[in-house]
């Protein structure tokens, strides 16, 4: 039988990276989260903890848990201390393929041949991903939502050569995180980010024709379809500069109705991303709330 897989690695601590070291250290993994920048480990530090005190005030689980949780987390820059034992690795950077090839490249000669390396990718190719490795068979699409220890789902993706045991152990990590999982050939933005996309990209457009403001269409998806969430809204959660990565390469593979809007890359470019940088298409105050509402 298998070993048991203990020790998880989690790289890139920003919206999401934060989030899924946060589930894996509450599953019992000893959990290392890696980023290039040391104020973005600082600031994921907050966020758990912050988190994991909400679940207490919530009557989710005890102090007790809190505390074994923190007491299975570390926070390195360091990738070779990061990975170097992991028995799986989780990839949660910035949205860009070449970026990710070239840190799968580094994370195939660093970690030892047992790990399972899975990227939170939104949208794009798993088996791209996978072949600037020298084990696809072990590279998996593992699709968390925003935020991770509040959502229930994750998308599991399996590029051309991933074998069924990597699909198994994926499914297993899933289940320790607490999660619901469907199985996803890999086809650009898998389900959920090609169905969300259509929306928000529809909703831009209607943006710019004027149809109607974005609090508006924001309020009339909210209580007309019972969205839980408007598709601004939504948007400056994930982040317009990720959505954007993510629609390019939607836009390459599935054609023209994925096209970015031209007023979804201004707000890019004017560093409008969203929640994370303060100001998306709505504006927001220190603790997150939109400003005006
Ligand atoms: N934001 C969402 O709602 C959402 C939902 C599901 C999946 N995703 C996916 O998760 C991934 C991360 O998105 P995010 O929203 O957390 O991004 P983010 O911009 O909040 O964070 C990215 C982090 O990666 C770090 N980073 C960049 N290059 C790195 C490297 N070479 N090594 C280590 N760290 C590096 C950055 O310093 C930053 O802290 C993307 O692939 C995105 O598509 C995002």
């Known amino acids: 039988m298998a070993k048991e897989m203990t020790r998880l690695a ?95 490249a580094r994370l195939d000669e660093l970690c030892p041949p047992r790990t399972l390396l899975a990227t939170n990718t939104s949208a794009l190719s798993i088996t791209a991903i996978a072949a600037a490795t020298k084990r696809p068979a072990q590279v998996i699409g593992m699709h968390f939502f925003n935020p991770p220890h509040i959502m229930r789902l994750i998308e599991i993706v399996r590029g051309l050569e991933t074998s069924d045991e990597s699909l198994r152990l994926a499914e297993e990590v899933s289940r320790r ?14 389900i959920t980010s090609r169905i969300n996309a259509a929306i928000g990209n529809e909703a831009f457009r209607m943006l710019e024709e004027g149809v109607a403001s974005a609090r508006d269409i924001d309020k009339a998806v909210r209580l007309g379809l019972n969205f839980p969430m408007g598709p601004f809204e939504l948007v400056d959660l994930v982040g317009l500069d990720t959505r954007l990565n993510a629609l390019e390469f939607m836009h390459q593979h599935l054609g023209e109705r994925y096209r970015p809007t031209p007023i979804h890359r201004t707000y890019v470019a004017a560093g409008r991303l969203g929640r994370k940088s303060g100001k998306g298409f709505f504006e927001y105050d220190a603790n997150g709330n939109i400003i005006g509402e």
């Open 177 to 190: 995180m607490g999660k619901e999982t469907v199985a996803v050939n890999d086809k650009a933005g898998f």
């Open 10 to 104: 989690v790289i890139g601590s920003g919206i999401m990276g934060n989030g899924i070291a946060q589930i894996g250290a509450f599953g019992g993994y000893a959990t290392r989260l890696q980023d290039i920048s040391s104020e973005a480990l600082a600031k994921a530090r907050k966020t758990i903890e912050a988190n994991l005190r909400k679940g207490i005030e919530r009557g989710k689980y005890e102090e007790a848990d809190m505390r074994r949780a923190l007491g299975n987390l570390s926070y390195t820059t360091d990738l070779r201390e990061a990975v170097g034992d992991a028995d799986v690795v989780i990839e949660a950077v910035t949205e860009n393929l070449e970026l990710k090839r070239a840190l799968f």
